[in-house]
């Protein structure tokens, strides 16, 4: 064990170093250590209830290692993908951005822009130099006004997306089933309302990543106290659309207020402590929050009818 880890601190002070050739005979030695005392590699479930993949012989190479450039290899898995993800925060109302891009095609998408954070979030994508062809709201917020009208300004063919079950103004209305491409990646829309009538949750079904909005928090839910906000609509929305896939898949909320970026199908699942209640226990617990009315409700709403547009008001 002990030689295991001087040749890995070898390997990776050199590779900081990008000393390409004492970094492949580290590796190459250290595979041969590999190969003395075990000849498969196992990686570990990304849940309890995740099976262990199966035994692979090590195939890395001192060849195939010379060619890595030292900014894109990874120690933890394959070559990054083709695709570019950042989650950003608006830090008056806690709400989460998402911006996903094809690095091919240079095509994005941004998911629930706010629209204080125009700005930043137009910088952003001119910097990594994509063309912004959607922004999608996952519903009709009440805490913020939304900056999809506004980025549709800048960016000339960018088109703002929202449910055809509310009552907001956009240029591209979705229904369950609905499929958003960017690219060569294809996110697919999850009605699940519940928290609004018009709640939207995507899918990046090959990646493993879904955007639940307010349907489903870290630990938690959006409320149903307003906006033809249903219990029952929405713990059906979580268990059938969200529970239902794959333990390891990552969830990234549409909020957060206790400084959690993201959570998984399974941890939900299991520790939620709304929604792994029954149905009855959750719905005493909503009906019993108590809250107090948004903020800003009387502004955003409004606000978001029009898109963000607040010059069309």
Not at 94 to 122: C, H, Q
Not at 240 to 254: A, C, Q, R, T
Not at 277 to 296: A, S, V, Y
Request: contains cysteine; proline residues 5%; glycine residues 6%.
């Amino acid at each position: 064990m002990a030689m295991k880890c001087v040749l890995m601190n070898s390997f990776i002070k050199n590779l900081a170093l990008k000393n390409h050739d004492k970094c492949a005979a580290a590796i190459t030695r250290f595979i041969s250590t590999q190969k003395s005392a075990s000849s498969k590699l196992f990686f570990l479930p990304a849940s309890p209830s995740a099976k262990l993949l199966q035994p692979t012989t090590t195939a890395l190479t001192a060849t195939r290692f010379q060619k890595m450039d030292s900014k894109n290899f990874s120690t933890s898995g394959p070559q990054p993908s083709n695709l570019t993800f950042r989650q950003l925060l608006d830090y008056a109302t806690f709400t989460y951005t998402y911006i996903l891009g094809d690095n091919a095609s240079k095509k994005a998408i941004i998911i629930d822009p706010v629209l204080e954070r125009v700005e930043r979030d137009a910088k952003l994508l001119k910097e990594l130099q994509f063309d912004l062809i959607y922004a999608l709201n996952t519903h009709m917020h009440a805490d913020h006004i939304t900056g999809s009208g506004e980025l549709g300004r800048i960016f000339q063919n960018c088109k703002s997306v929202i449910s055809k079950h509310t009552s907001a103004q956009a240029q591209k209305y979705i229904d369950d089933g609905d499929v958003i491409e960017f690219g060569k990646f294809k996110l697919e829309c999850l009605s699940t309302p519940g928290h609004t009538d018009g709640c939207v949750s995507y899918l990046l079904r090959d990646h493993g990543l879904v955007f639940t909005g307010d349907a489903l928090f870290v630990r938690g839910c959006g409320r149903t106290d307003f906006q033809q906000g249903i219990p029952q609509l929405l713990y059906n929305s979580v268990h059938k659309k969200l529970f239902s896939l794959p333990d390891h898949f990552l969830i990234y909320p549409g909020h957060d207020y206790n400084g959690n970026m993201s959570s998984t199908v399974w941890e939900e699942k299991t520790y939620n402590p709304r929604l792994t209640k029954p149905f009855e226990e959750f719905k005493k617990i909503m009906d019993n929050l108590n809250l107090p009315k948004p903020k800003l409700i009387d502004v955003a709403v409004p606000g978001n009818m029009v898109d963000g547009l607040l010059d069309k008001k």
